[in-house]
């Protein structure tokens, strides 16, 4: 991100400390967390259970109180409600009043959002059926199911027109063409410059629709940056090959690293200085290469080794 | 602000009023009015202004369930639903989010004690030949005082739950009302200005047995109630805004 540009959202030296319960430690939720999202990007805030997203979210937001940091969005103090009113938050599991319809939950929202009236019915016309919910105006909530709660709950986000949008978890409970629904919706809202933050544990959704990502383990930013620089395995190559019979040919074998074999088609990685030769010597034994790709370890795997880093540290220390 | 506070007071009305609750307390209520007329104590030839004196009671009573049930877990269950971040997330002031939830809770109280007053009036009328207008005094004065308590229940219900929150709130009920007895000692009395009494919203005197309340002494209630609920909400908003959701 260049830094002639202002960011949508910034967080920098972000703190949460919860006070200790008598005779047990502090312990710090966030610790010196610094998050910058460009203007019209979609930002991905990873991170496995308890590494302290939604932590980091609620204090950008105002509903947790930061111990330490500053927090803004569009360069107004995100933690006064005055700077939050260009925004859309979208919390997991978004809950609602549960006697109220869908179109009476958004225009709740809409005027708590400041929405002049005369355009609330227009919008959430146009928002329920860009949620496909249309046809769902008047039933009341407590008949929703926990996908369609989640599509209101991506609707109630959008109901001011905000500039920038903080959705956490937004596909968790969506089918399959739910979550393509939200992913599309999140890339409709870049193109037309909106600013997304998502919070997710899918490698799919973030890997489709983020620009940047920030990964965070154990309360502080693990890593941050283009997911592909991150999770590229450096001087590694992946070969899928097929036509291989039921061993490694030994001169790729020789070479070969993370080996599997599924339905006829071996995927191994392979050091980059010895893809030219393993190449040949899966032709030499008729097989044929399905292809040849950059290594990348998968988000599970960059999971994993984070958390058994963080467990090697803290036996260290 | 007033965008802001109306909306959630008219969505706290709208879901009072689908509550069983508020329908089973004014029912229950509505047939003790009918009831009035059969106490023992009409013997003494003063049955009017013993009615007058029972129904405003009684009223009071059912004023204080209303409150209590609205107020006390209305905070506590929308945090712990979660139905507050998206409040909260629009741009929306805590303290604004207990002021309509106030409100609201004000404005169901208002409006219950308007159809009890109503059946009362209707008892009266049949009973006694008197449409008795001077218990609309009685039930504007319990309603401020009602608005006083459920300011001071939404207060502590933004860092408490409900069984705290009830019982604080007839804790200062009681002292509200019981001021001079607490105080009443020669040494305890410098104290007094520095205990908040609700002993201004007590006119059963004079609508009962009396000629009704004066106007301005009407005038000086509301004043004592946006003294002590303003404080209360101040404070409670000062609260709510130090708390982690």
Not at chain 1, 231 to 243: D, E, F, K, P, W
Not at chain 2, 1 to 30: C, E, H, N, Q, T
Not at chain 2, 32 to 50: R, T
Request: overall charge neutral; charged content about 15%.
């Amino acid at each position: 991100m260049s830094d002639a540009v202002a960011p949508a959202i910034l967080i920098e030296g972000a703190r949460k400390a919860y006070k200790p319960i008598v005779g047990t430690p502090a312990r710090d939720a966030v610790h010196d967390v610094t998050i910058r999202v460009a203007p019209g990007t979609i930002h991905g805030l990873l991170g496995p259970n308890g590494a302290g997203k939604t932590t980091t979210l609620k204090m950008l937001l105002g509903l947790v109180r930061p111990t330490a940091g500053t927090f803004s969005i569009l360069g107004q103090d995100s933690t006064r409600p005055a700077g939050r009113r260009d925004v859309g938050f979208m919390p997991e599991q978004p809950y609602f009043p549960q006697h109220l319809t869908a179109t009476q939950a958004l225009r709740l929202y809409a005027l708590l959002s400041g929405v002049p009236r005369a355009e609330i019915p227009g919008r959430i016309a146009a928002l329920l059926e860009r949620v496909g919910l249309s046809g769902r105006e008047r039933t009341r909530l407590d008949a929703f199911s926990r996908g369609m709660l989640q599509r209101l709950g991506i609707a109630q986000a959008l109901i001011n027109d905000p500039r920038v949008v903080v959705l956490d978890e937004p596909a968790s409970g969506l089918d399959p063409v739910g979550q393509r629904d939200v992913r599309n919706l999140m890339l409709s809202l870049r193109d037309a410059g909106v600013t997304v933050l998502l919070s997710s544990h899918q490698l799919s959704e973030v890997e489709t629709v983020c620009d940047d990502v920030t990964i965070m383990n154990a309360g502080r930013v693990a890593a941050e940056g283009d997911l592909d620089d991150l999770l590229n395995v450096a001087g590694h190559t992946s070969i899928r090959a097929r036509g291989l019979g039921e061993e490694l040919p030994p001169a790729v074998a020789v070479h070969a690293g993370s080996v599997a074999a599924s339905g006829g088609v071996w995927v191994f990685s392979v050091p980059d200085e010895a893809v030219r030769a393993v190449v040949d010597a899966i032709d030499d034994a008729g097989g044929a290469v399905v292809s040849v790709s950059p290594m990348r370890d998968s988000l599970e795997d960059y999971f994993a080794r984070m958390l058994a880093e963080t467990v090697t540290e803290g036996g260290a220390r | 602000m007033r965008d802001r506070v109306l909306p959630i007071a008219f969505g706290v009305v709208a879901d009072s009023l689908r509550r069983k609750v508020l329908y089973i307390v004014l029912v229950f209520a509505a047939l003790l009015a009918f009831a009035i007329p059969a106490l023992p104590d009409y013997g003494l030839g003063v049955e009017a202004a013993v009615f007058r004196e029972v129904a405003l009671a009684l009223a009071y009573v059912t004023a204080l369930v209303l409150t209590l049930s609205l107020a006390a877990n209305r905070v506590p269950s929308e945090v712990e639903r979660r139905t507050v971040y998206n409040v909260v997330a629009k741009g929306v002031s805590r303290w604004e989010y207990l002021v309509g939830t106030w409100l609201g809770v004000v404005l169901v109280v208002g409006a219950g004690l308007a159809a009890f007053t109503v059946v009362e009036q209707i008892v009266g009328l049949v009973t006694y030949g008197e449409p008795m207008w001077r218990l609309w005094q009685g039930a504007f004065a319990t309603w401020l005082e009602m608005g006083v308590i459920a300011a001071f229940a939404v207060a502590i219900s933004a860092v408490a739950g409900p069984v705290v929150v009830v019982t604080a709130s007839l804790a200062a009920l009681f002292i509200g009302h019981a001021r001079s007895t607490l105080l009443g000692g020669e040494g305890a009395l410098g104290l007094q200005p520095f205990v908040p009494s609700l002993d201004a919203f007590n006119v059963v005197n004079p609508v009962a047995h009396g000629q009704g309340v004066p106007p301005l002494y009407l005038a000086s209630m509301v004043v004592v109630f946006c003294g002590l609920a303003g404080v209360s909400l101040i404070v409670g908003g000062a609260l709510f805004s130090r708390r982690d959701l």
